[in-house]
């Protein structure tokens, strides 16, 4: 039951919730108070100021707004869970804490100003962002993180390229039907399963191909632009993509990427043909089955590898490529095919062109395994800007997309630089609830500005901790 009385609600208690009286009269109170840190975060890795030289081109001569400002708070807005434009307001009507903010019509001009040169020059801040983030990684925390497979480490960077639609509930240009009988597009995306950053994506229209090699290699490219030169070349780089990536155009690309001094190998996933199934069928009868391994080393119930190299026709493939097959009992819900159905078990086939010597087969099947590792990461994106488009023009959605994935990455670099244990391993949903989006009380005194938490939230030290890690960065010697 509420009661009114000038203006001031009183909520009378219910059950054990206690009573409380709701005004509109707080002074200094701020919501979203972590989501500072992504904005910092930003600065300190010079991405504000990247952004700002690749789109100053775009400013007009009485504009109050930098327009590489204005990128960045949309950015921050997409990772703090925004969705649509509109929400930068939260920013905006908090001046306090993240000082002017764009109008929603000047982030329209700006997103409807960047034609394919600014948007290149866009995706090559980033890589320059992204190099300082990497080197203030590697002086305070000690480096690239290595991912691991059946409890060991894989050496290198691990790059996993995937495609997922985005639905579009109204009519946009370039959005059609596709091969799901859905509507809207059918972005190609590649994310660092080191750190979940996104290195690239390229929006495509709905019915653009899953098996589309140029599309593959366009994305790996620009992928790889984004590692700083001192990584990219000399460490080893683990490209995995599932069956769609499985088309010799880009294979042959991966091989011939050693000739520019890029030690890359793959993994992708192979489409079971007529074939393959004979060669499973000589391998159930003649092969060596071993039991598979799961992702801390232990046996893998009910799961079995054997290799079918020189049982498979290799034509299509790079030479030295091998075959590896994975059979397990079918877990509830598994999609089977009719020779799954008849054999009892579900059989997956990847391809590497990993040697001998570099890796029992147990272990290269479950380092491919871990590409599934990147359906997370594109369910967490559509979270974070590109599950939902706004314009109806392809142009401005191509650089939504952009902004998207640098949010991504803003989230990726704070948990890298400035957080630990589970918050540096949460999803999005998660950092949001316990730290993004933390209410705080803005007090000024002794001309500073004071942050001050909730003493009593679980997670204010965490989100302290942060802050003071973020001021002790590194910053480049200008």
């Given at each position: 039951?509420?009661a009114?009385?000038?203006?001031?609600?009183?909520?009378?208690?219910?059950?054990?919730?206690?009573?409380?009286?709701?005004?509109?009269?707080?002074?200094?109170?701020?919501?979203?108070a972590?989501?500072?840190?992504?904005a910092?975060?930003?600065?300190?890795?010079?991405?504000?100021?990247?952004?700002?030289?690749a789109?100053?081109?775009?400013?007009?001569?009485r504009g109050?707004h930098?327009p590489?400002?204005?990128?960045v708070d949309?950015?921050?807005?997409?990772?703090?869970?925004?969705?649509?434009?509109?929400?930068?307001?939260?920013?905006?009507?908090?001046?306090?804490?993240?000082?002017?903010?764009?109008?929603?019509?000047?982030?329209?001009?700006?997103?409807?100003?960047v034609?394919r040169?600014?948007l290149?020059?866009?995706?090559e801040?980033?890589?320059?962002?992204?190099?300082?983030?990497?080197?203030?990684l590697?002086?305070t925390?000690?480096?690239?993180?290595?991912?691991?497979?059946?409890?060991?480490?894989?050496?290198?960077?691990?790059?996993?390229?995937?495609?997922?639609?985005?639905?579009?509930?109204?009519?946009?240009?370039?959005?059609?039907?596709?091969?799901?009988?859905?509507?809207?597009y059918?972005?190609l995306?590649?994310?660092?399963?080191n750190?979940?950053?996104?290195?690239?994506?390229l929006?495509?229209?709905?019915?653009?191909?899953?098996?589309?090699?140029?599309?593959?290699?366009?994305?790996l490219?620009?992928?790889?632009?984004q590692?700083?030169?001192?990584?990219?070349?000399g460490?080893?780089?683990?490209?995995?993509?599932?069956?769609?990536?499985?088309?010799?155009?880009?294979?042959?690309?991966?091989r011939?990427?050693?000739?520019?001094?890029?030690?890359?190998?793959?993994?992708?996933?192979?489409?079971?043909?007529?074939?393959?199934?004979?060669?499973?069928?000589?391998?159930?009868?003649?092969?060596?089955?071993?039991?598979?391994?799961?992702?801390?080393?232990?046996?893998?119930?009910?799961?079995?590898?054997?290799?079918?190299?020189?049982?498979?026709?290799a034509?299509?493939?790079?030479a030295?490529?091998?075959?590896?097959?994975?059979?397990?009992?079918?877990h509830?819900?598994?999609?089977?095919?009719?020779?799954?159905?008849i054999?009892?078990?579900?059989h997956q086939?990847?391809?590497?062109?990993?040697?001998?010597?570099?890796g029992?087969?147990q272990?290269?099947?479950?380092?491919?395994?871990?590409?599934?590792?990147?359906?997370?990461?594109i369910?967490?994106?559509?979270d974070?800007?590109?599950?939902?488009?706004?314009?109806?023009?392809?142009?401005?959605?191509?650089?939504w997309?952009?902004?998207?994935?640098?949010g991504?990455?803003?989230?990726?670099?704070?948990?890298?630089?400035?957080?630990?244990?589970?918050?540096?391993?949460?999803?999005?949903?998660?950092?949001?609830?316990?730290?993004?989006?933390?209410?705080?009380?803005?007090?000024?005194?002794?001309?500073?500005?004071?942050?001050?938490?909730a003493?009593?939230?679980?997670?204010?030290?965490?989100?302290?901790?942060?802050?003071?890690?973020?001021?002790?960065?590194?910053r480049?010697?200008?």
């Open positions: 039951m509420i009114r009385t000038e203006g001031t609600y009183r909520v009378k208690a219910t059950g054990a919730r206690p009573k409380v009286i709701v005004s509109a009269d707080g002074r200094g109170v701020v919501g979203h972590g989501a500072r840190l992504l910092d975060v930003a600065e300190v890795t010079g991405l504000t100021e990247a952004f700002g030289d789109l100053a081109g775009l400013r007009r001569r109050r930098d590489g400002r204005v990128a949309l950015a921050v807005m997409l990772a703090d869970g925004g969705e649509a434009i509109s929400d930068l307001a939260v920013l905006r009507d908090q001046a306090g804490l993240f000082g002017p903010v764009a109008s929603d019509p000047t982030a329209w001009r700006l997103l409807s100003g034609d040169e600014a290149g020059r866009l995706r801040a980033r890589a320059r962002s992204r190099q300082l983030a990497w080197a203030q590697a002086e925390r000690g480096g690239i993180p290595q991912t691991t497979a059946a409890g060991q480490p894989v050496p290198g960077l691990v790059l996993d390229l995937d495609a997922s639609i985005v639905l579009c509930h109204s009519d946009k240009e370039s959005a059609t039907p596709t091969w799901k009988k859905t509507f809207g059918h972005p995306f590649c994310f660092l399963d750190t979940r950053e996104a290195l690239s994506g929006l495509r229209e709905g019915r653009a191909g899953s098996n589309t090699t140029a599309d593959h290699i366009t994305v490219d620009a992928a790889l632009a590692i700083p030169d001192a990584h990219r070349h460490t080893p780089i683990l490209i995995r993509t599932d069956s769609a990536g499985c088309t010799y155009g880009l294979l042959a690309h991966i011939d990427l050693r000739k520019q001094g890029v030690d890359t190998t793959y993994s992708v996933g192979v489409a079971i043909t007529e074939p393959i199934r004979q060669a499973i069928l000589h391998a159930k009868q003649h092969g060596t089955w071993v039991p598979a391994l799961d992702t801390d080393g232990e046996p893998r119930d009910g799961a079995y590898v054997a290799e079918l190299t020189g049982l498979v026709p034509d299509g493939f790079p030295g490529t091998r075959f590896i097959v994975r059979r397990e009992r079918p509830p819900g598994a999609q089977l095919s009719l020779f799954d159905t054999e009892g078990m579900r086939v990847l391809a590497t062109d990993t040697p001998p010597g570099h029992a087969i272990y290269l099947e479950a380092r491919h395994r871990g590409h599934a590792r990147v359906e997370d990461r369910r967490c994106g559509k974070t800007g590109f599950g939902r488009f706004p314009s109806r023009l392809f142009a401005i959605n191509a650089t997309l952009e902004v998207a994935l640098t991504i990455d803003l989230l990726a670099w704070t948990q890298l630089l400035l957080l630990d244990d589970e918050l540096a391993a949460a999803e999005p949903k998660k950092l949001r609830y316990r730290l993004l989006h933390v209410a705080a009380r803005l007090t000024r005194s002794a001309r500073q500005t004071r942050l001050r938490i003493e009593h939230w679980p997670w204010a030290n965490d989100l302290v901790a942060a802050f003071n890690r973020l001021a002790a960065l590194p480049p010697v200008t």
